[in-house]
């Protein structure tokens, strides 16, 4: 690691080193909306689903665009279904300027029992806020490390008050008091663009000074393996990166390219019309690579805008259906629990910051 970086990352983490002064300890933990717990407290979980996400625009989102009641009543059903099919953890993957309401998601936990994990992070254009791309990465690291630290800020407070959040250094937030579990971003395909590059590396510095893991949207191959540099660039372990829908790209052989590096792999596409094509696809992944990939469906959810929130994709369709499919297949129920409880416990337990 250059020493440019070291210096960066050991400012980056006097931000977050106040928590373990006060005696809170993460390292070790998975950090769900509710609190921390052990990672052999997480049980079977989807890595990657949702409750609710708005594609309205990042000059446009609020939270004024839904009523958060409905929005429980309609989801509960869900998550009841999903922990009555077996599944005790799902990782909320909507960021920033998508639709994040964490206080939503602590209700929610709390009546379904089921553990929900949010996140830290941002998309990508067109919903990206407008400061996003004036600001610098280490000034987006800040404010996602102030998130992991305060908690997240109330989400109340309507797009220009969010865009303010990124007009950083400086003003504190009340916090929410929940605290994001991982880090969400997303890329463009093919050759990552520079603002894309920018959001990688505030990720990479984020991951290092917190010991988040960071889950990106990447559809191809090329964009993972170009995320991987910038990590290295800043020195951030492979191990630290989720290449959410891998299964995405055609070419499996850059999914290997990209475990073989250390990455995590994460086959989260998978529904009832595509199953009988995922299915070689995950038992090839699993075979070679059984402590890096990661299965989910990206699921649900309430779209915000839609009468009702629209049609949600069940939650409970892939434990139902997908795992008999994968026993058929000759998968033992150790080989299930690694899939399910295993790797994502060690994919989302909050490492030990690399600067202090």
Request: aromatic content about 6%.
């Amino acid at each position: 690691m250059q020493a440019i970086h070291v210096t960066l990352l050991a400012l980056l983490a006097c931000l977050y080193a106040g928590a373990s002064a006060a005696g809170q300890t993460d390292a070790g933990k998975i950090l769900t909306v509710c609190g921390p717990i052990e990672p052999s407290d997480l049980g079977p979980a989807l890595t990657h689903e949702h409750v609710l996400v708005d594609f309205i625009g990042a000059d446009k989102v609020s939270p004024d665009r839904y009523d958060p009641d409905e929005v429980f009543e309609v989801m509960l059903p869900y998550l009841r279904d999903l922990k009555a099919a077996g599944i005790r953890a799902l990782f909320e993957c909507t960021p920033n300027y998508l639709g994040r309401d964490p206080a939503l998601l602590r209700k929610l936990s709390l009546a379904s029992g089921v553990h929900l994990i949010t996140n830290t992070g941002l998309y990508k254009d067109p919903f990206l806020p407008a400061s996003a791309h004036d600001t610098s990465a280490e000034e987006i690291a800040r404010e996602w490390i102030r998130e992991a630290v305060e908690g997240i800020g109330p989400e109340g407070i309507g797009p220009e008050g969010q865009a303010a959040q990124y007009r950083f250094p400086g003003t504190s937030r009340a916090a929410s008091g929940i605290r994001p579990g991982f880090i969400k971003i997303a890329v463009n395909e093919g050759d990552l663009s520079e603002i894309q590059r920018k959001i990688v590396r505030a990720a990479a510095l984020t991951s290092a000074a917190t010991g988040l893991v960071i889950a990106s949207h990447t559809t191809t191959g090329r964009a993972a393996l170009q995320e991987l540099e910038i990590l290295a660039e800043v020195g951030v372990p492979p191990s630290h990166l989720i290449v959410v829908h891998s299964d995405a790209e055609p070419d499996q052989a850059l999914h290997f390219q990209v475990a073989e590096r250390g990455a995590w792999l994460s086959y989260d596409g998978i529904r009832a019309g595509n199953a009988a094509q995922k299915l070689p696809l995950v038992l090839e992944a699993f075979r070679r690579y059984p402590d890096r990939l990661l299965i989910s469906q990206d699921a649900g959810w309430y779209h915000v805008g839609e009468p009702g929130g629209g049609t949600v994709a069940p939650l409970d369709w892939l434990p139902r259906h997908f795992l008999p499919m994968l026993r058929d297949a000759g998968l033992t129920d150790a080989q299930l629990d690694k899939l399910l409880v295993e790797n994502p416990a060690r994919a989302f337990v909050v490492r030990e910051p690399l600067a202090r």
